[in-house]
């Protein structure tokens, strides 16, 4: 890993344009640590101390780390995250011609800020599916170079822009890719097979079907005039996936860790591969040997749910509670809901503060305003999974679900002290 956080981060954010390529990246790192993929589909020998990792739909993975300590009497140290983020996804018949413009219908995925999508330079990336010598592949594709725009309207056609216009995600949102000349026309799978030969040198392949995404193909980056920011897309929740990663390659040996990233939170987390699906119990269910060790080990286990909070913005101060506004920059957040939105409680948020004050680690509290309704994380639907004790922190993020989100470039690096503090923490609550 990086030696720098902050651009260790906004390596992985480059490398991570959608919940696949977010996960080959990980992967990629943890192959590099020496961790061992395991395939759902074969029986497993696992060895003790032995590292590996598991993926499921390409776009979510459980990493584990065996400890020298028996995960039964001393629990597992679990950190979760996901790998999804709010964005524009093609639909399976996405081509528009309008006026000698080649567009592409899309899909709203998840609670996007349709707004900042105007004006961006928009590139295309994802997992595409396809036929060669009459055998079913998948491969991952970036176009990585701007590709594609929806341009505003301009103000002397819409005088209400300025005054909450509404935007119809049906009609606006279709990016522009290319101006058609006169009897021409353009298919997105023909392209898809030009990208998969460009990126993979295959030929003669047809194209079947495809997950893909418009991202923003402006780079992350530190920001502010002391480079107190981190500027860039899809911090929620790409920031906490790379601080668990980075906090696990870098602790000790001594206790069980797992890191687990799934798909699909931002729509519920309701799938094969999403936190309130069964991935997490059934790879937990072939580390342990049998159902009593199960329920003791996770009895005995912890669970951090690490998903980016609601930092307290200077212009709208008045949408936090008074007492409650995290500001950027001066730790990670304990996220508590009364109504169970999130799992924290006294127990595991007492636990989480002592972690921090034993790593010099500054940390914050958020609760909602009574009026305002709560989002919710991968942590109460694991809690209610499994059973085991969990808590739900984050660092403070501005601009949540934007295309460019802004976080505190020191939040990074206490967030990565703080779980390896917790992966080598000798005691559980």
């Known amino acids: 890993m990086h030696s720098t956080p902050s651009q ?13 390529h977010a996960t080959q990246s990980i992967c990629q790192a943890l192959q590099e640590a020496g961790y061992e993929a395991l395939d759902e589909r074969e029986t497993w020998q696992l060895k003790p ?19 020298k300590n028996d995960p039964v009497e001393h629990g597992m140290r679990m950190l979760g995250a996901h790998t999804d983020s709010p964005c524009l996804k ?41 036929k060669q010598n009459g ?46 000349h006169a009897d021409e026309s353009k298919d997105l799978r023909a392209l898809l097979a030009e990208q998969l030969q460009r990126e993979h040198g295959l030929t003669e392949v047809s194209v079947l079907d495809y997950e893909l995404c418009f991202y923003d193909s402006q780079p992350a980056a530190v920001i502010g005039l002391s480079h107190d920011f981190i500027a860039g897309a899809r911090l929620d929740n790409l920031l906490s996936c790379y601080a668990g990663l980075h906090a696990l390659l870098n602790s000790d040996d001594e206790y069980t860790q797992v890191l687990v990233c799934t798909d699909h939170e931002e729509v519920g987390s309701n799938s094969a591969c999403g936190a309130d699906g069964p991935f997490l119990e059934q790879v937990l269910r072939r580390v342990l040997e049998s159902e009593e060790d199960f329920v003791r080990c996770l009895q005995n286990s912890l669970l951090i749910s690490a998903d980016n909070a609601h930092g307290i913005h200077p212009n709208y101060a008045d949408k936090h509670d008074g007492n409650h506004g995290p500001l950027l920059n001066q730790g990670p957040v304990i996220k508590v809901n009364a ?44 809690a209610g999974q499994l059973g085991v004790q969990t808590i739900d922190i984050g660092v403070p993020t501005f601009a949540m679900h934007s295309i460019r989100e802004l976080a505190g470039s020191h939040d990074l690096a206490y967030l990565i002290k703080v779980l390896q503090g917790f992966y080598n923490s000798p005691q559980l609550p």
Do not use: M
């Open 49 to 67: 101390q032995g590292r590996y990792y598991v993926t499921r739909n390409d776009s979510s993975i459980i990493a584990i780390q065996l400890g």
């Open 135 to 180: 055998q079913l592949h998948s491969r991952l594709i970036d176009f990585k170079q701007a590709i594609a725009t929806i341009p505003n309207l301009a103000i002397h056609l819409n005088r209400e822009a300025n005054s909450g216009w509404t935007i119809n995600a049906q009609t606006e949102l279709p990016p522009i890719l290319a101006q058609l």
């Open 339 to 382: 109504n169970q939105r999130y799992a924290t409680n006294s127990e595991t948020s007492s636990f989480f503060k002592l972690l921090c004050q034993q790593a010099d680690v500054p940390v914050q509290s958020f609760v909602t305003r009574s009026d305002l309704g709560c989002g919710s994380t991968i942590g109460p639907i694991t």
């Open 8 to 20: 260790g981060l906004l390596d992985f954010l480059q490398r991570s344009p959608s919940p696949f």
């Open 90 to 130: 093609v639909k399976p018949q996405p081509e528009l011609s309008c006026h000698g413009y080649w567009q592409l219908g899309v899909e709203v995925y998840g609670g996007v800020l349709l707004h900042p999508w105007f004006d961006r330079d928009l590139s295309l990336a994802g997992r595409v599916t396809f």
